[in-house]
Structure formats: structure tokens, C-alpha cells
């Protein structure tokens, strides 16, 4: 799980994982970025990976379009 940068955490029931035996880990992407840029570079090719081979499906919730900026 990525997030929580902007708007409500959301309640979650903790007790699946421990009823199937499973860890969460957490990381502070920022400083993980800062720290390890080349495994974190390899990290975001992996998943991007995953998701063009259809390994990982992300649940997209909401799309927005992005404006251009004007040009000068």
C-alpha cells in the first residue's frame, strides 16, 4: 500500500493479516528515494513491470486530466 498524502486514512481491519500469517511493512518513500535511488529506480521498474504484464492490477478509483501548461 502506497499512500495517504492527501485526504482520510482509512480504517483497516488488521486482523486478516494476522489470521493468514502476513506481514505489512511500511516504508517513508521520501527518504527511501533519497537514500537508495538506484533500488528505488529498480523498485518502480519492477512494479511497472508487474502492471504492463498484467501481474498487478491497481484499482483505479478516480482519473483526471492534467491541463497543459500554456506555451510562451
Known amino acids: 500500500m502506497v ?3 492527501n485526504g482520510e486514512i482509512p480504517k483497516l ?3 486478516l493479516a494476522l489470521l493468514k500469517g502476513a506481514s ?3 516504508v517513508f518513500w521520501g527518504q527511501y528515494i533519497q537514500r ?3 533500488l528505488a529506480s529498480a523498485a ?3 512494479i511497472f ?3 504492463k504484464d498484467g501481474r498487478v ?3 483505479v478509483t478516480k482519473r483526471s486530466l492534467l491541463k497543459r501548461p500554456p506555451r510562451h
Open 13 to 15: 481491519s488488521l486482523n
Open 44 to 46: 518502480l521498474q519492477q
Open 49 to 51: 513491470g508487474w502492471i
Open 3 to 5: 499512500g495517504f498524502a
Open 24 to 26: 505489512i511493512v511500511g
Open 36 to 38: 537508495e535511488p538506484d
Open 57 to 59: 492490477r491497481p484499482h
